[in-house]
């Protein structure tokens, strides 16, 4: 019976280690938030500048923007168009910005802006496979075109395939007299999507953008798709190589026009790119809570409210350091839990002043206590009476702390006063019962103990760690509870059990 229940409780503790880890992770994958505190990430700032000479009438500008291109994460879209009057519009998946005036002459310039950052999680999305477009071709292009679609789909087994040796045979160096044909009369992208789609192959052409670092003017690159009955696949057209490379924008896709302008004419698009890194948390919080797990995030709550669980999601290590220290080291402290609240004032008021002002109030304070001991006041007066010397001292430290020019001092009060007062209680009567040897143990593991809960509370990574992933804590949890079963010797006790090995 006591082997079943001991199995049930570990298996306890596995359950709960699992599911801190993998609610982290999962907290990790769904919203981006990076396990390191300084991680960070590159986002591109890209800006399309529009130039058209409006006719002095009503303007409508179209832009189409990118969504969900793939490979990056849209993070802001921004449009700077003095007296325009600006939207986004999405239709039937298009998504596209407009600007419009009542009234314009001469030239006009428009910009919109686009902040990005690289996510290998969006992914082009499976659809229905569309139906090829119909093309109509006249002689002799008809038959150079069946000529050449002979040869490619005798070498071919899939699209992805034909898409492959089509680009490869009409970018032979020695072209034959149907390809040469082809590409006299023909632009040589938009000349592969109606090849393909005669072969029953959807096939249409993406503009894409090469994203350089500090670049100015840059044109959009034409790059071929295919529907492979399940999703887009993209081709560089010249090269024939399958997939988008990582510094490629795709800005149009499926829109069948990249730009639109009524009520002028002559207009150009030109973009414009800047590179800059950010740190990864602030991406993963800048945009609210998401989804999956996003409606549990402490960034949810009031700004007061997250300064202080940022402290208090610190206590559980402290409680992880103290347990270890004194179940398996077998260090003595002064009460269980009165170094973790030692570490936590530290973490507030850094470790040195922090020291100065603990042992400046626990000395006074044994020093009036010892006064109020010979005046022989019940238990209960007395500790009212140390609650109110120590905010006397604390009160002082902190104004002698302040005309002194450390400001530190202002927070010594976030100690305890009640849990010093009871401190100050228990060394006194330790003092009288066992010595001062005793109290002076005790105390300095106490503080050696709080020192050691300080470094880990401290460090940048417990911070980020605790506050963004606080459901690795349940591992923590666990780690306690796993402590609480052992009941073997401690690291301090092996050396009074020395003689007794060397003995045997």
Excluded: C
Excluded at 77 to 88: C, D, I, M, T, V
Excluded at 430 to 439: I, K, N
């Amino acid at each position: 019976m006591r082997q079943r229940s001991r199995f049930a409780f570990y298996f306890a503790i596995f359950l709960l280690i699992a599911a801190g880890i993998g609610l982290a992770t999962t907290r990790h994958v769904q919203l981006g938030i990076p396990w390191l505190a300084g991680e960070q990430k590159p986002v591109w700032m890209v800006e399309a500048r529009i130039d058209f000479e409006a006719t002095g009438r009503e303007v409508l500008v179209s832009l189409n923007v990118p969504d969900s291109p793939p490979g990056f994460r849209v993070l802001s879209r921004q449009a700077a168009s003095p007296g325009y009057g600006f939207s986004l519009i999405e239709d039937s998946g298009d998504l596209r910005a407009e600007w419009s005036i009542r009234e314009a002459d001469g030239p006009q310039t428009i910009y919109f802006n686009v902040q990005l950052t690289p996510d290998d999680t969006i992914v082009e999305p499976e659809t229905l496979a569309p139906l090829p477009q119909s093309v109509y071709w006249t002689e002799p292009e008809a038959t150079a075109v069946a000529e050449v679609l002979e040869r490619v789909a005798a070498k071919s087994a899939s699209p992805e395939s034909m898409t492959r040796e089509l680009i490869k045979l009409m970018r032979s160096s020695e072209p034959d007299q149907n390809i040469a044909l082809l590409l006299n009369n023909n632009s040589y992208v938009t000349l592969l999507q109606h090849m393909l789609n005669h072969a029953a192959i959807p096939a249409r052409v993406a503009d894409g953008l090469k994203l350089e670092d500090a670049r100015r003017l840059q044109p959009l690159r034409p790059f071929l798709q295919i529907h492979n009955g399940q999703r887009w696949l993209t081709f560089h057209p010249e090269t024939g190589q399958q997939g988008l490379p990582d510094d490629v924008l795709l800005w149009r896709q499926e829109a069948s026009s990249l730009l639109d302008v009524m009520g002028g004419g002559n207009s150009q698009i030109n973009f414009s790119m800047l590179q800059q890194t950010v740190p990864a948390l602030q991406l993963a919080t800048r945009e609210g809570s998401g989804g999956g797990l996003g409606f549990l995030s402490l960034y949810e709550l009031p700004i007061e409210e997250q300064g202080m669980f940022r402290m208090l999601l610190l206590l559980p290590l402290g409680a992880l350091v103290v347990a270890f220290m004194r179940i398996i080291i077998g260090i003595r402290t002064s009460g269980t839990f009165m170094p973790v609240l030692i570490a936590v004032a530290f973490v507030q008021t850094s470790l040195v002043p922090g020291l100065i002002a603990f042992l400046s109030v626990v000395t006074l304070g044994l020093l009036m206590r010892s006064y109020l001991s010979s005046l022989n006041l019940l238990l209960v007066a007395r500790i009212s009476a140390l609650i109110i010397l120590v905010i006397g001292i604390t009160t002082g430290i902190s104004i002698v702390g302040y005309q002194m020019g450390f400001n530190t001092g202002m927070t010594v009060t976030f100690f305890p006063m009640v849990i010093l007062a009871w401190t100050i209680e228990r060394m006194s009567i330790l003092w009288e019962e066992d010595g001062a040897r005793e109290v002076v143990t005790q105390g300095f593991g106490s503080l050696f103990v709080a020192i050691l809960a300080y470094l880990v509370m401290d460090a940048p990574l417990a911070r980020h760690l605790s506050f963004n992933f606080p459901e690795l804590h349940l591992v923590t949890f666990g780690l306690v509870l796993l402590m609480g079963q052992y009941t073997g010797y401690k690291l301090s006790e092996l050396r009074r059990f020395s003689p007794v090995k060397d003995f045997s």
